[in-house]
């Protein structure tokens, strides 16, 4: 069974430009989760989406944001990029997302802003 | 209350030892408790889980226990081995889909030969 897959691995950008970054659940998941883990502060809660829609989001601000698509993949999209979004973002995903299902993640992208 | 605390930040072990790492919480909601292990570059293993109507559950050399009237849940680790040298996380959930899965800071552990 192929795991989450996230691409790409690693992204360049600077300040103020706009990043996309894109993940495949495992067959059979409907719920997508983001997190964002930067140095020292674990992992933050970003976004879940189940169904194609967003159900959940963390205290992060709206240039954060993300879909969810008919397959099931999901895109995170960052826009006006600033130095403190410099982090691992990881993506998970889990059979539902209501009963507590275990979530399962991929190897992340690492998101460095110039 | 919504946080998870974990302690400690950092763990040294011999190799045959015993590894432990403490987590507490606040939120009396949370009712699922997994831990994950993290090597580097790599992204977050789910290693073992629990539920609060159990005190204890093990898997091989892995064994969480928790104490639903401390709030506390720790991971033990068994015979650690130079392999088991990563970083773990204690995380927990309330039921339902509004609830978010909360993480802990993360120990390092290392596992010296």
């Known amino acids: 069974e192929a795991g989450v897959t996230q691409s790409p691995t690693h992204l360049i950008k600077t300040r103020g430009q706009q990043a996309t970054l894109r993940c495949s659940p495992i067959?059979?998941?409907?719920?997508v989760y983001w997190y964002q883990q930067a140095l020292g502060l674990g992992l933050q809660f970003l976004l879940w989406?189940?169904?194609?829609?967003?159900?959940n989001r963390g205290n992060f601000p709206p240039r954060f944001s993300g879909r969810q698509f008919p397959n099931y993949s999901s895109e995170l999209n960052v826009n006006a990029l600033e130095l403190e979004d410099s982090a691992l973002y990881l993506c998970?995903?889990?059979?539902?997302?209501?009963?507590?299902?275990?979530?399962?993640f991929g190897d992340g992208t690492r998101l460095s802003i110039l | 209350q919504q946080q998870v605390k974990q302690s400690p930040q950092s763990l040294i072990v011999q190799k045959g030892g015993i590894s432990i790492i403490n987590c507490a919480y606040e939120?009396?909601?949370?009712?699922?408790f997994p831990w994950y292990q993290q090597f580097p570059g790599k992204g977050p293993a789910l290693l073992i889980a629990?539920?609060?109507?159990?005190s204890e559950k093990k898997e091989g050399r892995f064994t969480i226990s928790f104490n639903k009237s401390a709030k506390q849940f720790s991971l033990h680790i068994m015979d650690s081995q130079p392999g088991d040298s990563a970083t773990y996380f204690c995380?927990?959930?309330?039921?339902?889909?509004?609830?978010?899965?909360?993480f802990g800071k993360g120990t390092k552990l290392t596992v010296n030969p």
């Open positions: 067959s059979g998941h409907t719920s």
């Open positions: 989406y189940d169904e194609g829609e967003e159900r």
């Open positions: 995380a927990a959930k309330g039921q339902g889909g509004s609830e978010k899965l909360v």
């Open positions: 939120n009396t909601a949370f009712d699922y």
């Open positions: 629990i539920r609060p109507d159990v």
């Open positions: 998970a995903s889990s059979w539902d997302g209501y009963s507590n299902q275990p979530q399962h």
